[in-house]
């Protein structure tokens, strides 16, 4: 069985712009969750899809934004790029995000100049 | 709101040593507790999970862990630690099951030989 995969797995943007990620859950997986990772706050939650709706969302700006296809299948997106944003972006999906194991992919790196 | 707070960002442990890795949550509920790792430039792997089950927790590659209340603790441990251990480790906790994890800040484990 295919594991979670993420693409671009490495992104350089400048100030300003906007980005889009994505993730591919496991295989009938219906939950998608979505994480930021720095050196200066460590992972944080961003958000968790689930049946293509926003079941829990996490402490970040407006800015940030994701949406999950009928499919299962889940996109962020980042919207005027800031410095900060820098980061390594996870992604983890699970059968139904309540009580079953979550997986994590290999991480998108965004780089933003 | 919960937190988790692990004690030392670095532990350096000898090649056969026991490892111990501390985690102290703090939750309004009973928790959900996690221990990762995460190897240079991967995502993060499932070591073990509390489910309120059993206090005494067996994980993958040897590792365990023990949920006391009293203490809010989950620490981590393994009898003999081996040169593939080398990684970082983060201990997450939920509340509202397993999509929306909290993780501290992470222990960088350095096995020496």
């Known amino acids: 069985k295919a594991g979670v995969t993420q693409t671009p797995r490495y992104l350089i943007k400048t100030r300003g712009q906007q980005v889009t990620l994505s993730c591919s859950p496991i295989?009938?997986?219906?939950?998608v969750s979505w994480y930021q990772q720095t050196p200066g706050q460590g992972l944080q939650f961003l958000f968790e899809y689930f049946s293509e709706t926003q079941r829990n969302k996490g402490n970040f700006p407006g800015r940030f934004s994701g949406r999950q296809f009928s499919n299962s299948r889940s996109e962020m997106n980042v919207s005027t790029l800031e410095l900060g944003d820098s980061a390594l972006y996870l992604c983890?999906?699970?059968?139904?995000?309540?009580?079953?194991?979550?997986?994590f992919g290999p991480g998108t790196r965004l780089t933003v100049l | 709101a919960q937190s988790v707070t692990q004690l030392g960002s670095h532990v350096s442990v000898s090649e056969g040593a026991l490892v111990l890795l501390r985690c102290n949550y703090s939750s309004s509920v009973p928790p959900y507790l996690f221990w990762y790792v995460q190897y240079p430039n991967q995502g993060l792997q499932l070591l073990l999970k509390y489910t309120s089950a059993a206090t005494l927790v067996k994980g993958i590659n040897g590792f365990e862990a023990e949920f006391k209340k009293s203490e809010t603790s989950f620490h981590l441990t393994k009898p003999s630690a081996h040169m593939s251990d080398a990684a970082e480790y983060f201990c997450a906790v939920s509340d509202k099951g397993y999509s929306t994890l909290t993780f501290g800040k992470g222990t960088m484990l350095l096995v020496s030989p």
């Open positions: 983890a999906s699970s059968q139904t995000g309540s009580t079953d194991t979550q997986y």
């Open positions: 295989s009938g997986h219906r939950s």
